[in-house]
């Protein structure tokens, strides 16, 4: 979900330009611009003047592999939703390890089962229930133990052998922060109220989410229910599905509901021993507003374990969804290849020798020192070419002379695009017109976002 074609390439080389630069004692004012910033030649500075690629193809359509994700998005087909460039996981807040939580108040008497309040899950990119000893970290008396057993899904954790009485038994293990599964409404909306100046305009965003229950109404029937409560209600306006042992029920004709109660009433009763299941969607807390400081910015505490990045295209009162899975889903197609670039950049400078200085310190400062960085970012300087010197009048009345280098870089840019698959949404009034989006997505990789396959 990055890629590097001009725009981003070009003010990623600015980027390194100016880092190696503002840390030169000599050169830490070098002016350095994206073509010429003024009718007149400057004085001292690197223009980065041109620059040209060719396609490098990976395959006949570009097309790498399907996406798997805990989140996708999409937009509201009413408005432009140009705002959202991307979401994704939030590799680094998937999940929270707990550090030896004390459960000594459960030793007080013999006992080997450790009842937590909270489900455990596998590891921080893996939101699976714990059922791995080594997914958590016991601790009796300050010594670690192996436990017997770890049930994530009931929160138990059984202990191979009683500890003696009044021991400080501790557990380490992971918990779920991603957020709840559901659609997440987002909307662009005035970050400074009462400002009228455009150039002073700033943008912050509100979250309305609609969250998805799914509960066990009623796990083995009598044949003799007539109705049942919901855990949470009001329930979102015809978003109810309930299944028999499976097979969908019919509103109206096997059941009826209250939804500002939440209560259930069935016109045919369940058949015995029948499993009934529970699926709707409920409000959540509104929250915001959410600064949106600068254009390009990533946010990624609004929804927890969800990064959501807005380019250039912000637009007050422009909405976008954000969905969350409860299991990573099919969310994409991932589509990549590289651009063989070239870059060219003329120096300036009122000495020769200046000229030839920068040049040097550009060339050994991305070939050697940035080489690896830049490697792993997927831009890659596999050639350097100097276009030669020349000098020319500065001011005719006096016969000052500047003068002018130009050197070409050639980069191997990677690039990477996700086209965004919106599965089967029911039940929603204000999302019952969610539409994919193609848009491209800009920043840099990490491999323990997805999963593509």
Same mark, same amino acid.
């Given at each position: 979900?990055?890629?590097?074609?001009?725009?981003?390439?070009?003010?990623?080389?600015?980027?390194?330009?100016?880092?190696?630069?503002?840390?030169?004692?000599?050169?830490?004012?070098?002016?350095?611009?994206?073509?010429?910033?003024?009718? $007149?030649?400057?004085?001292?500075?690197?223009?980065?003047?041109? %620059?040209?690629?060719?396609?490098?193809?990976?395959?006949?359509?570009?097309?790498?592999?399907?996406?798997?994700?805990?989140?996708?998005?999409?937009?509201?087909?009413?408005?432009?939703?140009?705002?959202? $460039?991307?979401?994704?996981?939030?590799?680094?807040?998937?999940?929270?390890?707990?550090?030896?939580?004390?459960?000594?108040?459960?030793?007080?008497?013999?006992?080997?089962?450790?009842?937590?309040?909270?489900?455990?899950?596998?590891?921080?990119?893996?939101?699976?229930?714990?059922?791995?000893?080594?997914?958590? $970290?016991?601790?009796?008396?300050?010594?670690?133990?192996?436990?017997?057993?770890?049930?994530?899904?009931?929160?138990?954790?059984?202990?191979?052998?009683?500890?003696?009485?009044?021991?400080?038994?501790?557990?380490?293990?992971?918990?779920?922060?991603?957020? %709840?599964?559901?659609?997440?409404?987002?909307?662009?909306?005035?970050?400074?109220?009462?400002?009228?100046?455009?150039?002073?305009?700033?943008?912050?965003?509100?979250?309305?989410?609609?969250?998805?229950?799914?509960?066990?109404?009623?796990?083995?029937?009598?044949?003799?229910?007539?109705?049942?409560?919901?855990?949470?209600?009001?329930?979102?306006?015809?978003?109810?599905?309930?299944?028999?042992?499976?097979?969908?029920?019919?509103?109206?004709?096997?059941?009826?509901?209250?939804?500002?109660?939440?209560?259930?009433?069935?016109?045919?009763?369940?058949?015995?021993?029948?499993?009934?299941?529970?699926?709707?969607?409920?409000?959540?807390? %509104?929250?915001?507003?959410?600064?949106?400081?600068?254009?390009?910015?990533?946010?990624?505490? &609004?929804?927890?374990?969800?990064?959501?990045?807005?380019?250039?295209?912000?637009?007050?009162?422009?909405?976008?969804?954000?969905?969350?899975?409860?299991?990573?889903?099919?969310?994409?197609?991932?589509?990549?290849?590289?651009?063989?670039?070239?870059?060219?950049?003329?120096?300036? &400078?009122?000495?020769?020798?200046?000229?030839?200085?920068?040049?040097?310190?550009?060339?050994?400062?991305?070939?050697?020192?940035?080489?690896?960085?830049?490697?792993?970012?997927?831009? &890659?300087?596999?050639?350097?070419?100097?276009?030669?010197?020349?000098?020319?009048?500065?001011?005719?009345?006096?016969?000052?002379?500047?003068?002018?280098?130009?050197?070409?870089?050639?980069?191997?840019?990677?690039?990477?695009?996700?086209?965004?698959?919106?599965?089967?949404?029911?039940?929603?009034? $204000?999302?019952?017109?969610?539409?994919?989006?193609?848009?491209?997505?800009?920043?840099?990789?990490?491999?323990?976002?997805?999963?593509?396959?």
């Amino acid at each position: 979900m990055y890629n590097y074609l001009s725009n981003a390439a070009k003010q990623r080389l600015l980027l390194e330009l100016r880092n190696v630069f503002d840390r030169h004692p000599i050169y830490k004012t070098l002016e350095i611009y994206n073509r010429f910033p003024y009718n $007149e030649r400057i004085q001292e500075g690197v223009i980065l003047k041109n %620059s040209t690629a060719n396609r490098v193809p990976l395959s006949a359509d570009n097309f790498q592999g399907t996406v798997y994700s805990y989140t996708s998005f999409a937009k509201h087909s009413n408005y432009p939703g140009l705002s959202i $460039e991307w979401v994704r996981e939030d590799s680094s807040h998937l999940a929270t390890w707990i550090y030896r939580e004390d459960f000594s108040d459960q030793f007080t008497v013999p006992n080997t089962i450790i009842n937590f309040n909270t489900s455990m899950v596998r590891a921080n990119n893996d939101l699976s229930f714990a059922d791995n000893i080594k997914n958590v $970290e016991v601790y009796v008396n300050n010594n670690r133990v192996i436990p017997y057993t770890v049930d994530g899904a009931n929160k138990i954790v059984t202990l191979s052998t009683v500890p003696p009485i009044n021991s400080k038994v501790e557990v380490s293990y992971w918990v779920k922060n991603l957020a %709840s599964p559901g659609v997440y409404q987002i909307e662009i909306v005035d970050g400074n109220p009462g400002v009228c100046d455009p150039k002073t305009t700033k943008f912050a965003f509100m979250v309305d989410p609609l969250l998805e229950k799914n509960e066990i109404l009623i796990e083995k029937a009598t044949g003799h229910e007539t109705s049942e409560r919901l855990n949470y209600y009001p329930i979102y306006s015809k978003s109810l599905r309930l299944k028999e042992n499976g097979s969908i029920m019919t509103p109206e004709v096997d059941y009826i509901v209250d939804e500002a109660s939440g209560i259930i009433t069935f016109l045919n009763r369940p058949l015995c021993n029948s499993k009934i299941e529970a699926f709707y969607r409920v409000k959540g807390i %509104s929250s915001g507003p959410y600064a949106i400081p600068n254009l390009n910015y990533a946010h990624n505490t &609004a929804i927890p374990g969800i990064v959501i990045a807005f380019g250039r295209g912000l637009n007050i009162g422009d909405k976008q969804f954000v969905v969350v899975h409860s299991e990573r889903e099919l969310s994409a197609l991932e589509y990549s290849g590289k651009w063989d670039m070239n870059f060219s950049l003329d120096v300036y &400078a009122k000495d020769s020798v200046k000229v030839e200085e920068i040049i040097d310190l550009t060339t050994s400062w991305l070939h050697v020192y940035r080489k690896s960085q830049l490697d792993s970012e997927g831009i &890659a300087l596999v050639d350097v070419s100097f276009g030669g010197e020349s000098e020319q009048v500065f001011d005719d009345t006096t016969g000052d002379l500047y003068y002018m280098g130009s050197v070409d870089y050639v980069f191997l840019t990677e690039w990477i695009m996700h086209q965004p698959l919106l599965l089967t949404v029911e039940g929603y009034t $204000e999302v019952s017109n969610l539409i994919t989006t193609a848009e491209p997505y800009i920043v840099q990789k990490n491999k323990y976002f997805e999963l593509i396959v």
